[in-house]
């Protein structure tokens, strides 16, 4: 059993940044892919990035060229970066943990363990 947790969430500004945190217990995180999923009020749950077993990231179109996934050298962390935040990335980010296949990266079903979520909002 994999608990996570989410932190970093916060009120800014259109055009900061913001970097989230998703930490792991007991067990690391580096024999899962592990992805950053977000919903805002009356819409459905969308990908936003992965980052697999071996380091490399996946984006949703939003966040290509604003947003980076990694994996932190304690191997229990995995973090997204956002830069340049819009109004319309306001929602709650979860970050969740599992083995998908390639094909399958995208799809919240393939994740085995979720956190609670952190609220992301970005003000004009």
């Known amino acids: 059993q994999v608990q996570l947790a989410e932190s970093g969430g916060g009120l800014v500004q259109a055009g900061d940044s913001l970097r989230l945190s998703c930490a792991a217990s007991?067990?690391?995180?580096?024999?899962?892919?592990v992805a950053w999923f977000r919903q805002a009020p009356g819409k459905e749950r969308e990908f936003v990035a992965a980052?697999?077993?071996?380091?490399?990231?996946y984006y949703a179109d939003s966040a290509k060229g604003r947003f980076a996934v990694s994996r932190g050298n304690d191997r229990n962390t995995v973090y997204l970066q956002m830069n340049t935040l819009k109004p319309e990335d306001t929602a709650i980010y979860s970050c969740?943990?599992?083995?998908?296949?390639?094909?399958?990266?995208?799809?919240?079903?393939?994740?085995?363990?979720w956190g609670q979520g952190t609220q992301v909002t970005a003000s004009s």
């Open positions: 980052i697999d077993r071996s380091s490399r990231p």
């Open positions: 007991p067990s690391t995180l580096s024999s899962y892919v």
């Open positions: 969740a943990a599992g083995r998908p296949v390639l094909s399958s990266i995208r799809n919240p079903a393939m994740y085995y363990y």
